[in-house]
């Protein structure tokens, strides 16, 4: 019988869900991508098909939070999937600091921001100065549009969900590029992605410092990046 540990990812409701990680040369299924399948489309043409869709319709909060409660059953039951994926990139990596440092994190966000999100889509009441009483004031939370995600290889799975999940959350598009140096876990991030969104909602492009200055100049309405300053600039 093969020897198992156990490591516990949170729930919502708090109560812990032990997943198993696999013994030392045990293997699981289905392979691990090595590649996606190129984007049907160009970055321009990406960029362009998100912006039709954002002016179409604007999710509303029923929308976000079915997107969110999708994603996050989805990210659970792949963790073990990322983590071997995490580990082949870097030569060996620990399972739990894959779970804890990449995978937890994001399940922990998508929590918090369930429980929020209804409060901080409301408008806000601002203070109206007496010379336009009995006029009122407040302050509408709107999404920019589409925002691009570009993100490191340390932790390649929390850096890159982690921006896509608020983005998602504030009713944005989003264009996400993982980093070069992690291929496995970008193909994997790329085909766990598509089987969730449709590509005028969420959509990954892979490549490497060529496409990242591409994808870099698209008028896009708002930049996530993280990286060194040297990378940036």
């Known amino acids: 019988m093969a020897s198992w540990w156990w490591w516990a990812a949170i729930r919502p409701a708090g109560r812990l869900h032990l997943m198993p990680t696999p ?13 996606a399948p190129a984007p049907a489309l160009t970055l321009p043409a990406l960029l362009a098909e998100q912006q039709a869709a954002q ?3 604007v ?3 029923a929308e976000r939070m079915a997107d969110l409660a999708r994603l996050r059953t989805a990210l659970q039951r792949r963790l073990p999937d990322f983590a071997r994926a995490m580990s082949a990139d870097f030569g060996h990596r620990s ?4 779970v804890a ?5 994001v ?9 929020h999100l209804r409060q901080w889509m409301r408008p806000s009441p ?50 996400l590029k993982p980093s070069e140096q992690t291929p496995r876990t970008a193909a994997l991030l790329s085909e766990f992605l598509a089987t969730l969104f449709a590509e ?3 959509a990954c492009v892979l490549g490497g410092p060529e496409v990242a200055a591409e994808f870099s100049g698209l008028a896009l309405d708002h930049l996530f990046f993280t990286g060194s300053t040297q990378v940036g600039r």
């Open 23 to 35: 013994a030392k040369g045990e293997a699981m299924t289905p392979p691990l991508p090595t590649s």
């Open 101 to 105: 440092s990449d995978g937890v994190p």
């Open 55 to 57: 002016r179409r319709q």
């Open 200 to 202: 005028d909602q969420v």
């Open 107 to 115: 399940l922990k966000e998508i929590d918090h921001i369930r429980a």
């Open 126 to 175: 601002r203070a109206v100065d007496g010379n336009f009483l009995p006029g009122r004031a407040e302050v509408r939370y709107q999404p920019v549009g589409v925002v691009g995600i570009i993100s490191p290889w340390n932790y390649p799975v929390n850096l890159a969900l982690s921006p896509l999940v608020s983005a998602l959350a504030a009713g944005n598009r989003v264009l």
């Open 95 to 98: 399972w739990h600091e894959s």
């Open 59 to 61: 999710t509303d909060y």
